[in-house]
Nanobody, 124 residues
Framework: QVQLVESGGGSVQTGGSLRLSCSAS????????MGWFRQAPGQEREGGAQ????????EYRDSVKGRFTISHDNAKNTLYLEMNSLKSEDTAMYYC?????????????????WGQGTQVTVSS
């Protein structure tokens, strides 16, 4: 079991930046896949980005490519999502997730462990 706790959400204006963090309750092995998902009201949860915790592989959904950067600090057991050039359509609850055996499809069903989420609101 691993517990995940997100932080760093908040309200920002269009074009602004935020950095989300996700702390794990224990060491995350380098083969784990860590991901960021988001869910807007009335919509399904969608994958934003994922990374192999030991490095070497990242994946982003098209709508965030070039604006979001996912990273993982193994020493701190912490996952990050740097979000720049934020748009109103980025407004959602953001969730951290973990999968044990490497990265596969960037979909909700592929991940085992989930955090409680942190809200991001982008307004003009």
């Amino acid at each position: 079991q691993v517990q995940l706790v997100e932080s760093g959400g908040g309200s920002v204006q269009t074009g602004g930046s935020l950095r989300l963090s996700c702390s794990a309750s224990r060491y995350v092995y380098k083969t784990y896949c860590m991901g960021w998902f988001r869910q807007a009201p009335g919509q399904e949860r969608e994958g934003g980005a994922q990374i192999v915790s030991g490095g070497g592989y990242t994946e982003y959904r098209d709508s965030v490519k070039g604006r979001f950067t996912i990273s993982h600090d193994n020493a701190k057991n912490t996952l990050y999502l740097e979000m720049n050039s934020l748009k109103s359509e980025d407004t959602a609850m953001y969730y951290c997730a973990a999968r044990v055996n490497g990265c596969a499809y960037l979909i909700e069903g592929a991940f085992t462990y989930w955090g409680q989420g942190t809200q991001v609101t982008v307004s003009s």
